[in-house]
């Protein structure tokens, strides 16, 4: 009998297979662009989905695993299809799932130097390129971590360390910590104040305003009132862009509340801090240079396969107060700061070098392809926006400000009811994938615009495909 172990590792197999798989992802892209292209969604239950793969790994081994990547392929979401707009996650350019392929097989981690000699260098690179765009200065820098959830977290944590010493003493005497945040904000902002022991009453909400923006007028007042409830608010977060509308929050007059009473300034722009590569754009991001930390997803409109986010602090010292263990078998010097030890600063250890694919499509497109994207994404939304306004059966939450849009059908019945029954229809029928929200205690279909090859007549066809609905 053939070793497995041999056969794993055999040079021709990986040759031969990978082929396979190119060729038919290669297809699927083709079909996906073309004027038939394959179903958005081909949606079962969760049961059903179940059965499927345990039957499949009860099945006889293959000779080979075409069918098992054709199985996966079929059954996954296609984000290729340009009807697909349902969450904030792109279809990666092809040149990045290549790189992602790449550090999959050298499989270097890059808590430390040796392992991750060129992930290391390359996330400095990066950071500290994009911090000069944010207008951050020469002493910025950073690293990229697995998502935005981790990267708010190691943001609020060293925002917390810059004013406390709860490394090592604990709450005790901090139990009054308080973070001050829009209503409209991710929730992965508070989930990191939560986990950090915050509580509810550590998590100040903000109200917003018609836009769905944070209201910056309120902000001294909702300070004064933490204030007289005894906490001590150490960080204020701008959104760039909010996940439910994608509302860019003032980040200019957040910022200069936040010098003010000098409080930690982080600006969440996971989604939306790519417009910095926009002239057309970047002024949403107006005021951002006075965050003192900001993260940016490369797997949103950087075109990048998840999870790849950068964390840049405008000083880069204050990267190093987040964690502090010892750790003799990875760091020769325990306290010094180093950039190329990566672990010292970030939650993962075995850290994936998920950098490659940001870099690959850097150094083969420059800086043009996530301009062009980012332009073309929001211009998409505005456009569709002008649709929905000319049609008198559909009602739009706001203007866009990026490229969600979120509107409601409100011809007939009540608007609540048909909007969910418009969602699970088009979940059924399998063409589009969008998804809904809540707004003002009412249900709005809800639409991220993540392809830049989706069309005007594709948003089209979906107003034209729900107003027909016999609902």
Known sequence: MESQISKAFSPEDFRANGHQLIDMLADHLIKSQSNDPTPTISRETPDDQLKFWKDDLN?????????????????????YSRRCMGHQVPPPAPAAVLGAMLS??????????????????????ITENLGQKFGFGAAASGFVTSGGTLGNLTVLLSARAAVTDVWDHGLVGHNNLAIMVSEESHYSVDRAARIMGLGTEGIIKVPVNAKYQLRTDLLDECLDKAARSGKKVFCVIGCACSTSTGAYDDLQATGDFAKKNSIWFHVDGAHGAATIYSPQYKHLLDGIELADSVIIDFHKMMLTPSLSTAVIYKRASDSYKTFAQKAQYLWADQEKEEWHNSGKRTFECTKPMSILSIYTLMRIYGDALFKQNVEMLFSLAQEFAALIKQNKNFELACEPQSNIVCFRYVSRRSAEDVNKKILQHLLADGRYYIVSTTLNEKPYLRTAIMNPLTRISELAELLDLIDILDL
């Open 59 to 79: 099945s006889p081994l293959p000779d080979d695993p075409g069918e098992l990547f054709n199985n996966i392929l079929s059954r996954s979401i296609n984000l």
């Open 104 to 125: 999959s097989f050298l499989n270097n981690g890059s808590a430390v130097y040796e392992m991750g000699m060129t992930g290391n260098a390359l996330e400095k690179i």
